[in-house]
């Protein structure tokens, strides 16, 4: 959307990029190109997020290097430069606003609890300077309290939600923000402002085995890509062996395409296979208002009569399902990817969350911290929205005796065992109808294909019959008496 300009601003602002790290269709940038004659850009690594990562190995923080070396680049291209920063924000920011003489800090809204306190204290320091604290909607189409039921209340149904965010969406709720700005307009800091070279050894990291490049245009071409094939989206989106999804969702995490932008072209190709696809973002947005409006479901269940489900602590249990060695084969590739790429295919994901809550019936919490840890697309709305429809006590929730069979999933979503195959490959002697179950293989199979169950291969932790009776059991027993069990 086009945001008028005043040419002769004398105004100074900051555009503070976090998880919005692109320069085109950007709300908070737009607003400070239109209100001020000078705009710097700034990049904070926030020691107060970074110094918590044990693993200096971190996928994310490689990734957000390269998305930010694109921001710096086409910046240089227009006669300014990104200003990149090592510290905690909540000391940067304010320092530096007062050591370049801005007028006001501008930057998209932030959803987590934890960083809205982060924005106060900014906002904070910002004022008993002088200087003013901006904020846009930028990370979603509709945010927070703007899609309510008839009676002003927060939805707790998805499809009930979903029918009344189609119903509110508009052009303009879609529209691109204009980021052009006027030649000059970027302003060029000093030489001695900022880290000079930004590598991950200066900020105490190292590098990893990423695989997939963080940058608008790497961004833009998966999305052109996957517009071509959208048709079929329904169909095979829930294969993990194949391409049929967008993977588009460590972008969205990073900010590095407008979700604008998606949600407008994807409008545009129509079909059944974009409306799926669109239903699907809508999801995100569906977690972001929960978490807006509950935030008391970072820890605790969504559906308070579940606070007493007795969850196991069992830490070598849990060990094993980390690592993916349960004896399900279906599992462990889910685990492995994600331990191997920082991703995990959708389905897979509710398969290992099913698996943890309801065959080992370990705290969800357990699992949420897990994957907050490895997924290069951690975002918490979404996590805690994931984990707790996966066990039950959530929005929403898969029903708590509709417990998923790892080897039904298997075969029904990795027929030939292709997925198996990739990360379980010592399973890859195996026929495609043994390879989801290969312990029930006898031993002359087990043989040929070179892995012997309980040897090189893992036994079954866990019957997954026996699994789902007593899970059964344990959800029934509280629903049917509230306040039994005792909280995870």
Known sequence: MSIQCDPDSATTGLMWFRRDLRLDDNAALAHALRQCGRVYGVFVFDR???????????????????CISEIDRLLRQRGSRLIVLHGKATEEIPQW?????????YANHDYEPRRIARDEAVRSALASQG?????????????????????????????????????????????????????????????????????????????????????TAAARGM????????????????????????????????????????????????????????????WREFYNMILHHFPHTQTRAFQPAYEALPWRHDEPQFAAWCDGRTGYPIVDAGMRELNTTGYMHNRLRMITANFLTKDLRIDWRWGERYFARKLLDYDLSQNLGGWQWSASIGTDA??????????LQSRKFDADGAYIRQYVPELAGYSSESIHAPWEADSAEQARAGCIIGKD????????????????????????????????
């Open 97 to 105: 606003a007062a050591q370049l003489g801005v007028d006001a800090v």
């Open 457 to 488: 291969y893992p036994s079954p932790m866990v019957d997954h019959h026996a699994a789902r009776a007593a899970a059964l059991a344990m959800f029934k027993a509280v629903k049917e008496n509230p306040g039994v069990g005792s909280r995870g």
């Open 223 to 282: 999305f052109h890509d996957f517009l071509r094939r959208i048709d079929g989206y329904g169909e095979t989106r829930d294969l993990p062996g194949i391409t049929g999804t967008s993977r588009l969702s460590v972008h969205l995490r990073f900010g590095t395409i407008s979700i604008r932008e998606l949600v407008r072209e994807a409008s545009d190709v129509g079909g059944p296979g974009a409306t799926k696809w669109v239903d699907e973002l809508i």
């Open 131 to 215: 200087r003013t604290f901006k904020t846009y909607k930028d990370h979603v189409i509709f945010e927070k309290s703007e899609i309510l039921n008839k009676s002003g209340l927060p939805f707790r149904v998805y499809t009930q939600y979903k029918n009344a965010w189609r119903a509110a969406l508009s052009d303009d709720a879609v529209a691109a923000f204009d980021c052009d700005g006027r030649p000059g307009q970027f302003a060029a800091p000093l030489d001695d402002v900022g880290i000079k070279d930004p590598t991950l050894d200066a900020i105490g990291f190292k590098k990893t085995n990423l695989a997939m490049t963080g940058s």
């Open 398 to 407: 898969q029903p708590y005796f509709r417990i998923m069979n790892p080897v």
């Open 48 to 66: 107060e997020i970074l110094d918590l990562i044990e693993d200096k190995a971190d996928r994310r923080v490689e990734l957000i290097l390269q």
